[in-house]
């Protein structure tokens, strides 16, 4: 799993690239939202356009961050996502909780 981080509009950007399937991407999410946190950045958009697949403990990292996020006040939307994964967060009912939008820019438009 590859991960970049841009900021854009007083927003982070974390563009994932690859397949979320948790491991020690896990851990290096979680203490990218601690920094992030801790630097006062609490608006985080998370492109999943290049992620092609996506398991439990992809989606328990996708949680985690969001848990994350609200608890230092902040949020984190998801951005990109792909019919398969769509479909993926519609069966587990995570669509409910996750604010997802078509494309990066939207998402930044959001907040």
């Known amino acids: 799993m590859d991960i970049k981080i841009n900021e854009q509009y007083q927003s982070v950007i974390i563009s994932l690239d690859g397949k979320l399937m948790g491991g020690p991407f896990g851990e290096e999410m979680n203490k990218t939202l601690h920094n992030l946190l801790d630097e ?57 909780i996750f604010e997802q939008h078509p494309s990066v820019e939207e998402a930044l438009k959001s907040f």
């Open 40 to 96: 006062g950045k609490k608006r985080v958009v998370v492109d999943l356009s290049k992620v092609g697949f996506v398991n439990s403990s992809g989606l328990g990292i996708l949680i985690s961050g969001l848990t994350t996020m609200r608890n230092g006040g902040g949020d984190l939307k998801l951005a990109g996502i792909s019919s398969k994964i769509d479909g993926l967060l519609s069966i587990t009912k995570l669509n409910q």
